[in-house]
């Protein structure tokens, strides 16, 4: 039976309600604007219920105000930025203690957040954070670095002038850490705008490498690209002097310290702090510092350049042991034997009858050739020993005795260049006889319609041929003493070959004073005559490398391609012969420079050590060492037989494009695209001088046969002169007039393709003369054995684009 609900009955005005069940507490944020229910419903659904707590309650305060503003006012709550911070930070427990935050230190927050599997997008922003704390992040200012950099380059130009050489080099690699950090951090247009205001003062001598950082524009382009990554993985090293790095600490922590005229208030204030704090951090995360115990005023200007950079991968490491410095490594190496090579007694004295023998053909009985055949050594200079150099055939051959025969007599009439007479001349007259006899005497040749381009020219060492690499992939001949060059007939039959005369007959009738040579696939990049017959017979043989990764040698007698040697894998830059022949080097892209022999198609010695291209090889006049030029701008110097690096050089700013040893075998020039001569000596590995005033790159380096003139030519249409036993630097300012004036050698300057007025007084003191073309680019120069300069080019027609 049931029971009838009884009805709902409301109790009386007066009554008191009967007892019953309290009503469920009512939501706070019912109270609250629509729009701010919003937040605290996102706050709720997200977890953050500090950060949903801080704003319910910052509601509330708000609502307490308003009702008892009409009673009293009341003094307002003041919240700290450190309260707010902690009131709205992310809270995510860690996973073995879930009462703790896992994002409360920045040093681990993006490893922590890479583990919450976050969606694709947001996984790549958080790698692109890479090791960067959460707060930096958000801290990041683009214009601290640019303020920084400001503030820095300010300091070293208001420094004095015995430190701003010596504070100079610091200014790029920070350079390029404040650019990659803000193209890493994703500032672009920050970066861009750093890279257009600050890299001006930078480009004259790191021009190079500028140029590569300024098409790195991603943080992807910044992980992958090379050069980037060793910036950030190696340490720069920067020579300076104890009190040089004194004086940097104080204006890194104080900012104290010179000061660019007009600065006004100097470095103080936050932004100046902040700008010093960004330096400072790339000096202690990215520099190293060689501090020598030296004065600044006992090192020259351009010392503080040498041994500075990127240099812990170039230093060859041997024997497990970590070497710091050049310096250190080159000494490791021991005594080089830098003196001539030796010649057997029957060729020393077959060389001598045929010396007597011309002498009295010359009726000139009483002439003396003991100077020239036994020349005197050199003290403290080692020569080697027959041990010590690569094999040869044990006789000599008629070739050999006509080679050392002219020697003897090019080297008695030989015209002798002194340079170091231009500095005794005291009026006209004798400046004019002195600069005849100082100066060479430089023949040019000029390539016109050449179509694509020449990368390489050579002269034979007779001076009867001039060959030519094309980029269309062949190689052109001329003779110079206006010769047919004839070769051989394809119809005839080697067995009718008995002597010399049926040879002759064989031979092409007609014939040209010009010949083309076509074997390779790809543009020749080098050519090299064979020495053998030096200047006393034309040469037989010629080798050519390309861009088809071959290495071929051609006979000039048939005027064919003989052998094809394979075993680069990327194209051959340069390819030299062997002072003595049979042997020749060349140098590739992949990094390698190979010693190889005629007989043999596969390659003998492998020099392996270059971080980059090796663009340029030569042989050491003894044959003993090889010169390697490469991309990574060091050059090198390998024992040919061993395979071993022995010296390594560095003190360029850019791709070494050529390198020339002298002939006494004491000194070598390198040069490429930075625009300076340097000037090394061999024994100690150390640079003598570095020779600048050239506008574009530098394509070759020759020097005289008393090893007292350099010679240079460049993409600038000149060819230069440098007094090698002088002392250098850059001439010193005089004031006239009120206005600084540079003392120069008052040649006539070429207007080439890079030529500024500002760089006019970058001119070193042993620049003895500038001889100017009027578009032809001089992509080789080279010395007869008598000392007339022959030099080579193509010529630009300023018509065709």
């Given at each position: 039976m049931s029971v009838p609900t009884p009805a709902v009955s409301t109790p009386a005005e007066g009554d008191s309600p009967a007892p019953s069940t309290a009503p469920p507490p009512a939501d706070p944020s019912s109270n609250v604007a629509q729009g701010e229910r919003l937040v605290l419903e996102y706050l709720r659904s997200r977890g953050f219920k500090t950060a949903e707590q801080a704003f319910l309650s910052s509601i509330e305060a708000g609502t307490e105000g308003k009702d008892k503003e009409s009673?009293?006012?009341?003094?307002?709550?003041?919240?700290?930025?450190?309260?707010?911070?902690?009131?709205?930070?992310?809270?995510?427990?860690?996973?073995?203690?879930?009462?703790?935050?896992?994002?409360s230190e920045s040093s681990s927050v993006v490893s922590e957040l890479g583990t919450m599997g976050n969606p694709a997008n947001i996984q790549n922003l958080i790698a692109s954070i890479s090791s960067l704390g959460a707060e930096e992040v958000l801290r990041l200012d683009p214009t601290d670095k640019q303020e920084g950099f400001k503030e820095l380059e300010a300091w070293v130009d208001g420094s004095l002038d015995m430190y701003r050489p010596e504070f100079r080099p610091i200014l790029f690699p920070i350079f390029c850490h404040f650019y990659l950090d803000l193209i890493q951090q994703g500032f672009k247009e920050a970066a861009l705008r750093f890279f257009s205001e600050y890299s001006g003062s930078l480009a004259p001598v790191h021009n190079p490498t500028l140029h590569h950082l300024s098409a790195l524009l991603l943080p992807t382009h910044v992980e992958k690209d090379e050069l980037a990554q060793r910036f950030r993985n190696e340490k720069y090293t920067v020579r300076m002097s104890r009190s040089g790095?004194?004086?940097?600490?104080?204006?890194?922590?104080e900012g104290m310290g010179g000061e660019a005229p007009g600065s006004g208030e100097g470095f103080s204030g936050e932004k100046g702090k902040r700008g010093r704090l960004a330096v400072m951090r790339v000096v202690n995360n990215h520099l190293k510092f060689d501090v020598t115990a030296s004065p600044s005023t006992s090192v020259s200007a351009t010392s503080w350049e040498e041994s500075t950079g990127l240099l812990s991968s170039l230093i060859p490491q041997s024997s497990g042991s970590s070497v710091g410095d050049?310096?250190?490594?080159?000494?490791?190496?021991?005594?080089?034997?830098?003196?001539?090579?030796?010649?057997?007694?029957?060729l020393r004295a077959e060389t001598e009858r045929q010396l007597r023998e011309h002498a009295m053909m010359d009726r000139d009985p009483a002439a003396q050739y003991?100077?020239?055949?036994?020349?005197?050594?050199?003290?403290?200079?080692?020569?080697?020993?027959?041990?010590?150099?690569?094999?040869?055939p044990p006789s000599f051959r008629t070739v050999d005795v006509r080679r050392e025969v002219e020697k003897v007599r090019d080297a008695r009439k030989r015209i002798r260049l002194e340079p170091s007479a231009l500095a005794?001349?005291?009026?006209?007259?004798?400046?004019?006889?002195?600069?005849a006899r100082a100066l060479p005497s430089v023949c040019a040749y000029t390539l016109h319609d050449v179509g694509e381009g020449v990368p390489c020219c050579s002269f034979s060492q007779d001076s009867s041929?001039?060959?030519?690499?094309?980029?269309?992939?062949?190689?052109?001949?001329?003779?110079?003493?206006?010769?047919?060059?004839?070769?051989?007939?394809?119809?005839?039959?080697?067995?009718?070959?008995?002597?010399?005369?049926?040879?002759?007959?064989?031979?092409?009738?007609?014939?040209?004073?010009?010949?083309?040579?076509?074997?390779?696939?790809?543009p020749v990049y080098s050519v090299s005559f064979d020495p053998v017959g030096g200047s006393a017979t034309p040469p037989r043989y010629l080798l050519s490398s390309s861009a088809d990764a071959t290495t071929r040698l051609w006979s000039l007698d048939t005027m064919t391609n003989v052998v094809a040697y394979r075993g680069h894998q990327n194209p051959v830059w340069d390819v030299q012969w062997s002072p003595m022949g049979i042997y020749f080097a060349t140098a590739s892209r992949d990094r390698t420079a190979r010693l190889w022999s005629t007989d043999r198609t596969s390659a003998l010695r492998v020099y392996a050590g270059h971080l980059s291209d090796v663009d340029c090889v030569r042989f050491h006049p003894n044959s003993l060492y090889l010169a390697t030029g490469s991309s990574d701008r060091t050059a090198r110097l390998w024992d040919v037989q061993r395979g071993s690096c022995v010296r390594v050089f560095i003190g360029h700013q850019g791709v070494v494009s050529t390198i020339a040893f002298s002939p006494d075998g004491r000194y070598l020039a390198s040069a490429g695209e930075d625009l300076a001569i340097n000037l090394w000596d061999l024994g100690s590995g150390k640079r003598i001088k570095k020779m600048t005033g050239h506008t574009a790159s530098i394509y070759s380096l020759a020097f005289?046969?008393?090893?007292?003139?350099?010679?240079?030519?460049?993409?600038?249409?000149?060819?230069?002169?440098?007094?090698?036993?002088?002392?250098?630097?850059?001439?010193?300012?005089?004031?006239?007039?009120?206005?600084?004036?540079?003392?120069?050698?008052g040649d006539t300057h070429s207007e080439g393709p890079s030529h500024r007025e500002s760089e006019s007084n970058n001119e070193t003191t042993d620049l003895l003369s500038t001889f100017p073309t009027k578009r032809t680019p001089i992509i080789n120069v080279q010395f007869t054995p008598r000392n007339l300069c022959l030099v080579a080019g193509p010529y630009l027609n300023p018509e065709i684009r």
């Open positions: 009673a009293a006012p009341s003094s307002s709550n003041t919240v700290t930025s450190e309260e707010l911070v902690k009131n709205i930070a992310v809270f995510a427990s860690k996973p073995n203690k879930p009462a703790e935050n896992a994002l790095v004194d004086l940097l600490v104080g204006w890194l922590t050049a310096h250190t490594f080159n000494l490791s190496k021991g005594e080089l034997k830098l003196g001539p090579a030796p010649i057997s007694e029957e003991d100077a020239y055949i036994r020349p005197a050594t050199i003290p403290g200079v080692v020569s080697p020993t027959f041990s010590d150099l690569l094999p040869h005794n001349a005291a009026n006209p007259g004798q400046a004019l006889a002195a600069r041929l001039m060959a030519a690499g094309f980029a269309e992939s062949y190689i052109r001949l001329w003779s110079l003493k206006g010769e047919k060059l004839k070769g051989y007939r394809s119809d005839f039959q080697p067995s009718s070959i008995h002597n010399t005369a049926s040879l002759r007959k064989v031979r092409e009738k007609g014939g040209s004073t010009t010949r083309k040579l076509i074997g390779h696939s790809g005289s046969g008393e090893s007292s003139l350099l010679v240079s030519g460049s993409a600038d249409w000149t060819v230069r002169c440098w007094d090698v036993k002088a002392a250098g630097g850059l001439p010193s300012k005089v004031k006239e007039n009120g206005v600084n004036g540079v003392t120069t050698n």
